[in-house]
């Protein structure tokens, strides 16, 4: 990712699309492995302290790709994953504000 953030910044296209449309497939695949591992892990009994930690991650991707290329029912799934997690009422309020 630094490669193509650095090649944004210097103007250099390497692909057949724009490195920005690159960057952002790129955020949008590691979101989505992201939202598929806490499912995986969680379905497993990991220990939600472990999950949080990835679940923040993702929380991040999303921040950075938008609502609408993950789409209604995958902002249910990640809202859903952070009630079942417990998570915080800050990383509630991210989603919330992506949401609205």
């Known amino acids: 990712m630094k490669k193509l953030y650095d090649d944004l910044k210097n103007g250099v296209?390497?692909?057949?699309?724009?490195?920005?449309?690159?960057?952002?497939?790129?955020?949008?695949?590691?979101?989505?492995l992201i939202q598929e591992m806490v499912r995986i892990?969680?379905?497993?009994?990991?220990?939600?302290?472990?999950?949080e930690v990835l679940f923040t991650k993702g929380i991040k991707y999303i921040d950075s790709i938008g609502m609408k290329k993950i789409g209604y029912v995958g902002m249910v799934w990640f809202v859903s994953?952070?009630?079942?997690?417990?998570?915080?009422?800050e990383h509630m309020q991210i989603l919330i504000n992506k949401v609205h």
């Open 41 to 51: 892990k969680y379905s497993l009994g990991m220990p939600c302290e472990e999950l």
């Open 81 to 89: 994953l952070g009630i079942l997690l417990e998570t915080s009422k």
């Open 13 to 32: 296209n390497k692909y057949p699309i724009p490195t920005e449309q690159v960057i952002f497939n790129t955020n949008t695949g590691i979101y989505q």
